[in-house]
């Protein structure tokens, strides 16, 4: 709770003022304009909150029980363990492959998003312009395609 709360902030502060020290024809790059920039600060600080949260306690105590439970059925019943035992690591493959196959889809996801905020900021801070050309729609419909 507070703990993560107060990491996320020192995160978000540490990388805007990270940003700030950059070069100014950094941000005429096309990766660090307002809108990616924004959404990466919000993102990343959101990640790091994420690893410090009660998840990561779950995921602990998960993989104790595992290991706790692997010597407690050798102890108990060593035969019938040794039968058990090789469908172990076919386990272990299964669950590093569902990590592997979220976390390419979460940053596919997360490209995405930065590019649908993108579209959204630059039309929101050119109201005016979107509006004399009549483009909201056309505009609309590629925020929704990039989400």
């Not at 304009?33 to 995921?59: D, Q």
């Not at 469908?87 to 979220?102: K, N, S």
Request: proline fraction near 3%; aromatic fraction near 8%; include cysteine.
């Amino acid at each position: 709770g507070i703990c993560e709360l107060q990491i996320t902030e020192k995160v978000r502060l540490i990388s805007f003022k990270a940003m700030l020290n950059e070069d100014i024809s950094w941000f005429d790059q096309p990766e660090n304009s307002v809108s990616i920039l924004t959404s990466k600060l919000a993102e990343e600080a959101r990640n790091i909150g994420y690893i410090t949260s009660a998840h990561t306690g779950l995921s602990i105590r998960g993989c104790a029980a595992i290991v706790i439970s692997v010597i407690a059925s050798f102890i108990l019943s060593w035969p019938i363990a040794s039968i058990v035992a090789p469908a172990f690591p076919l386990m272990l493959l299964g669950a590093y492959l569902q990590v592997m196959l979220t976390k390419r889809y979460t940053d596919h996801r997360n490209k995405l998003l930065e590019h649908s905020a993108k579209v959204a900021v630059e039309s929101i801070e050119n109201v005016f312009t979107v509006a004399t050309l009549g483009i909201e729609k056309r505009l609309v419909d590629n925020y929704n395609q990039l989400l």
